[in-house]
């Protein structure tokens, strides 16, 4: 992906993960009663603080917060965009 975007400092370009579609018992979820995606794939990261390197890389699938970021729409996809003390933890794959 070559999207022509850089964060600054310690914010993290994240794509959210499709909402969940169906429930474990096979009941299909309303697009109106959908819960907002809280997992995503980390598209850029910017340099980090001075003093605090980011953890997160390019790549890694992580987990935030329900309410975390902004929201941002780049190429015809949305994207959010967050300080990465919003990321809650890595998925390893």
């Known amino acids: 992906m070559a999207l022509k975007i850089k964060p600054l ?3 993290v370009l994240v794509e959210p993960m499709e909402a969940e579609t169906t429930t ?3 009941i299909i979820i309303p697009d109106n009663a959908k819960e907002k995606p ?4 980390v598209i850029a990261i910017g340099s980090g603080k001075k003093d605090e390197p ?5 790549g890694d699938t992580v987990l935030y917060g329900k309410y975390s970021g902004t929201e941002l729409k780049l190429e015809g996809k949305d994207y ?3 300080r990465e003390s919003d990321i809650l933890a890595i998925i390893p794959a």
């Open 9 to 11: 400092a310690d914010r």
């Open 24 to 26: 474990a018992s096979g």
């Open 38 to 41: 809280q997992k995503g794939k």
């Open 54 to 58: 980011l953890t997160v890389k390019v």
């Open 80 to 82: 959010l965009m967050m």
